[in-house]
């Protein structure tokens, strides 16, 4: 009986010893590959770091793209608390916060409408093939800033979420509203820290026009319900912007499949990223005009 209960206990100690063995080593090899994915992410932070624009890199939330990631954070933990703080509350009024706030819009993108119009007119742009300018002579930097106020006015555009909460307009929280403006900003956050100039200003040109059209609308609209029977013309802008994507598609694919001294990464992110774009703003054209036409017949 001692025999038998000697082995047991020893056959217990020793698969302890092995268990607490397989635990160590399991805990090392966990370690280990969270030592190695801090290091690659600590490597590529810094190659972001180093290899951007010298010229942009002093300028503001540019050289790290820390801050924006934090912006795009707290702009999707406002999208997720904002409605269940607002949702025993009334709408906050923001008539006269929404008149100043849209037609300053329409007053920024015409600035830089005309910045990237005449900066690149000036500067003998190509629009079918423009490689980007690194100097800092004063038409590349003018273009550079241009493009800067443009990734910019992207992060003022987060407010159009904020409106929409705090007037508890919660069904134009779409998919395709958080989608554009929360990629935005890091889609023009690396167009300002990798390419300011060069064939970006095509986006930032189209862009700026159909925001100076869209703005108007919108603040036209914040006057008051009098003003609906001036704006018969909204389904118009949403077929301005699906042209905008199909230009800005064309226009990606055509130099992805030619020689130019622009990088083929950007241009094949702004080509998938129009073509997201375009399904989801065709979609929204269906639902909100064509589907709804047919229902009422």
């Known amino acids: 009986m001692r025999t038998v209960l000697a082995v047991y206990i020893h056959s217990f100690f020793c698969e302890s010893a092995v ?9 090392f090899r966990l370690q280990t590959q969270m030592a190695s994915v801090w290091q690659n992410m600590s490597s590529m932070h810094q190659w972001i770091l180093e290899n951007g624009d010298k010229r942009t890199d ?6 790290s793209p820390v801050p924006v990631l934090v912006i795009f954070l707290c702009y999707l933990g406002l999208i997720w608390v904002g409605p269940r703080v607002m949702k025993h509350r009334e709408p906050v009024d923001l008539k006269l916060v929404l008149i100043v706030y849209n ?3 329409v007053c920024l993108s015409a600035y830089m409408f005309h910045e990237f119009l005449v900066t690149s007119w000036q500067a003998n742009y190509s629009y079918l093939c423009q490689p980007v300018d690194y100097s800092t002579s004063p038409l590349a930097m003018r273009m550079a800033s241009v493009c800067w106020w443009f990734f910019f006015s992207k992060v003022i555009e987060l407010s159009d979420t904020i409106f929409f909460i705090l007037r508890k307009k919660n069904n134009q929280l779409t998919f395709l509203h958080v989608y554009h403006h929360g990629t935005m900003i890091f889609n023009w956050w690396s167009g300002v820290k990798y390419v300011a100039g060069g064939q970006s200003f095509f986006i930032g040109l189209l862009n700026t026009f159909v925001h ?3 703005y108007s609308y919108y ?5 008051g319900p009098h003003m609906q029977k001036y704006l018969w013309w909204k389904r118009y802008l949403t077929s301005l912007q699906l042209l905008q994507f199909v230009l800005l598609t064309t226009h990606t694919g055509y130099n992805l499949f030619t020689e130019c001294d622009f990088p083929d990464s950007m241009n094949m992110v702004v080509f998938a990223y129009c073509l997201s774009l375009i399904g989801l703003f065709s979609n929204f ?13």
């Open 19 to 27: 268990n607490r063995d397989i635990m160590t080593s399991e805990r």
């Open 285 to 297: 054209y269906y639902q909100s005009y064509l589907k709804r036409k047919s229902k009422k017949k």
């Open 58 to 63: 002093p300028w503001l939330l540019v050289y």
């Open 219 to 223: 603040g036209l609209a914040a006057i």
């Open 103 to 105: 037609f300053s819009m």
């Open 212 to 214: 100076i059209v869209m």
